[in-house]
C-alpha cells in the first residue's frame, strides 16, 4: 500500500516556459504532500508543504511566485515551475504523508527530472 | 539552524565488509528516519526509531538512536552489491511535527 504516483518522470523545457508536475496518492488519502528538490549527489531540500484545501506553506528561501502549489483534492497535488531558467534544472520529489500520525514515515513518488535549456 | 550531517559523505567497500553511517543532529530530535535511494530513485523508508537509546534490526541492518536523541547510526553488516545507494536520515525540522529534513546522507558503493 502507500503508493505515491508522481508525472511527468523527465521534461525537458525551454527556458521562459512553464512546467507541471502532479503527485497523486494512489491507494491512500494524503491531507499533506511535501515537495523536495534534490540536486545531484546532495540532500533533498524541503521546498513546500501542500495542504489539500488550503494555501501551500513555502520554506525559507523558496519563490512561492516561481513555484506554484495546488492541492485541490486529497489524491493530487501539483507543482507549477513556472518562467522556468536553467537554474530550475533539478530532480523534484512529491512525498505523501496519510491520515496517520504527523510523524509517520514519507512516501516518495519516483521523481521528476526537469531540465531546462 | 537546524542541521543534519552524516558522515562519511562517501565509502566503498568490498562485498561482505561492513558499514556504517553516522547521523548527527544540531537539535534533539522526537524521532528519527532512515531511508534508503538507489541511484536514479527515489527515497524509500527503512525505519523509524522513536525511544532514547532504541536499537532495532532488519536482517543485516542495525539502527541505532542516541541517548541523547540527537544523533543515530545505521550499520550495515557483510555487505551486499543491492547494498548499492545513498542513505539519509532524517528527522522533524526544528518547531514542527510533520516536516522533515534531511541529513547529507552517504552514498554506499559495493564491488564485488
Known amino acids: 500500500g502507500a503508493v505515491v504516483s508522481q508525472h511527468p518522470s523527465r521534461v525537458i523545457c525551454k527556458s521562459g516556459t512553464s512546467v507541471k508536475i502532479e503527485c497523486r496518492s494512489l491507494?491512500?488519502?494524503?491531507?499533506?504532500m511535501f515537495w523536495y528538490r534534490q540536486f545531484p549527489k546532495k540532500s533533498l531540500m524541503l521546498m513546500a508543504t501542500?495542504?489539500?484545501?488550503?494555501?501551500?506553506?513555502?520554506e525559507q528561501g523558496v519563490e512561492k511566485d516561481k513555484f506554484l502549489i495546488n492541492h485541490a483534492s486529497l489524491t493530487l497535488s501539483t507543482l507549477t515551475v513556472t518562467s522556468a531558467h536553467p537554474e530550475d534544472s533539478s530532480f523534484y520529489i512529491c512525498s505523501a504523508r496519510g491520515q496517520g500520525a504527523s510523524n509517520s514515515p514519507l512516501h516518495f513518488g519516483n521523481g521528476t527530472r526537469l531540465t531546462v535549456t | 539552524g537546524q542541521q543534519v550531517m552524516q558522515i562519511p559523505q562517501y565509502q566503498h567497500v568490498q562485498e561482505g565488509e561492513d558499514f556504517t553511517t553516522y547521523c548527527n543532529s544540531s537539535?534533539?530530535?522526537?524521532?528519527i528516519q532512515w531511508y534508503k535511494q538507489r541511484p536514479g530513485g527515489h527515497p524509500v523508508f527503512l525505519i523509524q526509531?522513536?525511544?532514547?537509546?532504541e536499537v532495532k534490526k532488519q536482517k543485516r541492518l542495525t539502527f541505532q538512536f542516541g541517548e541523547a536523541k540527537k544523533n543515530s547510526s545505521l550499520h550495515i553488516t557483510a555487505t551486499q552489491t543491492t547494498d548499492v545507494g545513498t542513505y539519509f536520515c532524517?528527522?522533524?525540522?526544528?518547531?514542527?511535527?510533520?516536516?522533515?529534513?534531511f541529513g547529507t546522507g552517504t552514498r554506499l558503493q559495493v564491488t564485488l
Open positions: 526509531l522513536v525511544k532514547s537509546g
Open positions: 537539535t534533539t530530535l522526537s524521532n
Open positions: 491507494d491512500f488519502q494524503a491531507t499533506t
Open positions: 532524517a528527522g522533524p525540522l526544528a518547531g514542527t511535527a510533520s516536516k522533515l529534513t
Open positions: 501542500s495542504n489539500e484545501g488550503s494555501k501551500a506553506t513555502y
